[in-house]
Nanobody, 115 residues
Framework: QVQLVESGGGLVQAGGSLRLSCAAS????????MAWYRQAPGKQRESVAS???????NYQHSVKGRFTISTNNAKNTVYLQMNGLNPEDTAVYYC?????????WGQGTQVTVSS
């Protein structure tokens, strides 16, 4: 079992920045992928960014160049640095990890961008 705790959400003005953190605990060996998803009101949950155990990253087209995903050296915390935020980035952001083919989800953290 893996437990995930997200932090760092909040209210920010358009053009501002936020850094989300997600700490993984429990049985965290062999985590293959760590990722961030988001879900805006009335919309489906969508992938934002992911990072594999060997450091390869992928980003949704709309956040490329603005968001950066990274992990700490122990690879038990994943970050999402979000710059140049706009109101379309408003959503609940979820951290996920994939381990042995199973996906674990955090509880989500709200990001609200005002215009």
């Amino acid at each position: 079992q893996v437990q995930l705790v997200e932090s760092g959400g909040g209210l920010v003005q358009a053009g501002g920045s936020l850094r989300l953190s997600c700490a993984a605990s429990g049985s965290i060996l062999s985590i293959h992928v760590m990722a961030w998803y988001r879900q805006a009101p009335g919309k489906q949950r969508e992938s934002v960014a992911s990072i594999s155990s060997d450091g390869n990253t992928n980003y949704q087209h709309s956040v490329k160049g603005r968001f950066t995903i990274s992990t700490n050296n122990a690879k038990n915390t994943v970050y999402l640095q979000m710059n140049g935020l706009n109101p379309e980035d408003t959503a609940v952001y979820y951290c996920t990890v994939v381990q042995y083919g199973r996906t674990y989800w955090g509880q989500g953290t709200q990001v609200t961008v005002s215009s």
